[in-house]
């Protein structure tokens, strides 16, 4: 019998687990309410120099996954820190957090739906 249920309760441990390293967008506005000033704390915008400059949240550093220097900028990053990520649609965003678990980084996490879910539940962006 319990080879029957362990399937399933090993798959729901690993979907719990890959549910924490995604948030909504109201979920990350208060995140980012209540870390942005502590030190630590890093928001990541994964987009390229033109979307950025169209509207990023606040705060954030633009690291351009689609850059040749992508994994070069984020190596120099503090592994322990705490790192939220975004991007227009969440699709590259998601890419970028499992690469940078790759390369050793234990505490990232990404907005669902990027910054596209971020401006439809009316949260302000800056240019």
Avoid at 55 to 66: E, F, Q, R, S, T
Avoid at 93 to 106: N, P, R, Y
């Amino acid at each position: 019998m319990l080879r029957i249920f362990l399937p399933v309760l090993l798959a729901a441990g690993l979907s719990k687990a890959e549910s924490s390293e995604v948030l909504s967008a109201p979920q990350a506005d208060s995140v980012l309410r209540s870390q942005a000033a502590k030190s630590g704390f890093h928001l990541l915008d994964v987009r390229t120099p033109e979307e950025f400059a169209q509207g990023h949240l606040k705060g954030a550093m633009l690291v351009d996954i689609k850059s040749t220097d992508f994994e070069a900028k984020v190596g120099k990053l503090a592994r322990k820190d705490r790192y939220l990520l975004y991007c227009r649609s969440g699709h590259r965003s998601g890419i970028a957090l499992e690469k940078m678990k790759e390369m050793g980084f234990t505490n990232v996490q990404h907005v669902a739906g990027g910054i596209g879910a971020w401006t439809s539940a009316g949260i302000p962006t800056v240019q």
